[in-house]
């Protein structure tokens, strides 16, 4: 199977409202111009506008994000607690990968099920299948997003994404060997590098685009769960900017700014609303068909105060799903 990006990713939050002002507020990011599903209304006429009115906020609560071309990237929906990932969206070509990726993985065993055009609407795409990881993630993969252009950050950000997708997820699984089978036997995704940290401990870190990474597998526990989510900036500016907002509100910073060994990156990591960390970064490496994968074993060239393998294992537990 060919992923061509981490396309979308849905999350699930007692109050997304919450998430919109964390999201425009702290990170930089715009209230999606029309939520998916709902009608743009007719081009010529400027008063028939999509319903929600660039609020961001659908009927039913939800709030979509928007960081560029995209109409959408970051989806929050109302559940009872914080139900951290709700859905994962990786990018295929178009219908006939989309339909063949669905006969690989009920080859492989795996369930899997084209959805109908009205559930691709709901996510503003053209074709949309369902399938689940091994950690019972929900996967979608999907093909022909809405591009709506105009993105313009109310902080003046700029976010590395387009064709390399929303950024890197990191999942915590509590069993790496049949994940790793789903991610790069069935959904070809490559190994950019690992490193390990105790007995059946490790990070693994997977590409299916230049991104040195998309998707990351660690186990630091028998649980399943996300760790961060990791959106890139095309500035230096922007990420210590963003640090500066983060200080002034008084958000959790749970590793301070440091420059990573494996994907090169500078960031920091702070607490989101919804109890998994969420890390800024740039200037990540890019990797090519030259790349090979390696073992690593320091976690960083400099900083990242705060990153230690039982912090990640105490921020895991709080979100073991
Ligand atoms: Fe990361």
Redesign the pocket.
């Known amino acids: 199977m060919d992923i061509k990006a981490l396309g979308y990713v849905g999350f699930g939050a007692p109050d997304p409202q919450q998430w919109l002002k964390y999201g425009t507020e702290i990170i930089g990011a715009m209230p999606a111009r029309a939520v998916p599903g709902e009608s743009w209304g007719i081009p010529m006429d400027p008063t028939s506008g999509p319903a929600s009115g660039g609020s961001g906020v659908a009927e039913d609560g939800s709030v979509y994000l928007k960081f560029d071309d995209r109409q959408w990237r970051v989806g929050i929906h109302p559940s009872e607690d914080n139900a951290g990932i709700m859905y994962i969206g990786l990018e295929v070509d178009g219908v006939v990968e989309l339909e063949a990726a669905v006969a690989e993985l009920k080859a492989a065993g795996y369930e899997a099920e084209l959805g109908t055009e009205e559930q691709a609407r709901n996510r503003a795409v053209t074709g949309i299948a369902y399938t689940r990881d091994p950690a019972g993630n929900s996967i979608e993969l999907f093909y022909g997003a809405c591009e709506d252009f105009k993105f313009r950050s109310p902080l003046d950000m700029s976010f590395k994404m387009g064709d390399m997708g929303v950024g890197?997820i990191?999942l915590i699984v509590s069993e790496l060997q049949p994940n790793k089978d789903f991610y790069i036997r069935v959904l070809g995704f490559k190994l950019s590098d690992y490193i390990g940290f105790g007995p059946d401990m490790s990070a693994n870190f997977y590409h299916c685009n230049r991104r040195h990474h998309s998707i990351?597998l660690m186990r630091v526990g028998p649980f399943n769960g996300v760790h961060?989510l990791?959106l890139e900036c095309n500035a230096i500016d922007d990420v210590l900017k963003c640090y500066e907002r983060v200080l002034d509100a008084g958000i959790n910073v749970t590793s301070t700014l440091g420059r990573h060994v494996n994907d090169n990156?500078l960031s920091f990591y702070m607490s989101s609303p919804f109890g998994f960390e969420v890390?800024i970064g740039f200037d990540g490496y890019e990797v090519d068909d030259n790349w090979r994968p390696r073992e690593f074993c320091e976690g960083d060239l400099w900083g990242h105060r705060g990153l230690t393998a039982e912090a990640i294992t105490e921020s895991a537990e709080k979100i073991r799903q």
């Open positions: 890197h990191n990351g961060h990791m990156m890390e």
